[in-house]
């Protein structure tokens, strides 16, 4: 074998054990974490059929971290997952959107109503835990998970083209009634 043909295996390895470890991971929450499985099963509960198969991991050319399409399930960015920690905020981020699509579904045009699954995906996932904001460079203490929700919220709603110039009022139209819904919990799970 050649050594060109040696490199040109290497980068299929690391694909291969970026892929096999998420997988792994996304089983593992699925199992373990008592507020990804209850979610999965408000969402079967509704009608929406989530099966593993609602789960796929792949590498992503953007630097996201999951995403969730009603069509195709919740994609789990592998290349941009490097703990378990983080595969268990992407998987109840998504999880939240699936759910939200589930019980009414949105409308993608309307900015508020994007603003609010953004508002309810980013308190609901631990992803604006005091460690992570810290990992982020925010080390505000009091008001941290406000603050972030909402800049999160921001940044999400952005990202739909015809919402950027509205996300930010978006936000502050549905904060009050989106922050305060943890359904289908009675209490926020992270």
């Given amino acids: 074998m050649s050594t060109q043909d040696s490199s040109a295996a290497a980068p299929k390895d690391a694909e291969d054990v970026l892929h096999t ?28 059929d989530v099966t593993r198969e609602f789960f796929t991991c792949r590498p ?4 996201v971290q999951g995403f969730y399409d009603s069509r195709l399930g919740i994609t789990m960015c592998e290349n941009y997952l490097p703990t378990k920690g983080a595969v268990e905020d992407v998987l109840m981020h998504e999880l939240v959107h699936a759910y939200d699509n589930c019980r009414v579904e949105l409308d993608t045009s309307d900015c508020v109503q994007v603003a609010c699954a953004e ?7 631990g992803e604006c835990r005091f460690s992570r904001e810290i990992m982020r460079g925010q080390f505000r203490y009091f ?11 921001v940044n999400a709603t952005s990202a ?6 509205v996300a930010e009022k978006s936000v502050q139209k549905a ?7 943890y359904a289908p919990f009675s209490f926020p799970p992270n």
Avoid at 119 to 125: K, L
Avoid at 160 to 165: E, G, N, Q, S
């Fill in 21 to 48: 470890r998420c997988e792994s991971r996304v089983t593992e929450a699925i199992k373990k974490n008592p507020f990804i499985g209850s979610l999965i099963f408000n969402l079967n509960k509704s009608g929406c």
């Fill in 60 to 63: 992503c050319k953007r630097p």
């Fill in 119 to 125: 508002i309810r995906a980013a308190s609901m996932s």
């Fill in 143 to 153: 008001k941290h998970v406000p603050d972030c929700v909402k800049r999160r919220a």
């Fill in 160 to 165: 739909l083209p015809h919402c950027k110039p």
């Fill in 175 to 181: 904060w009050q009634s989106c922050y305060n819904d």
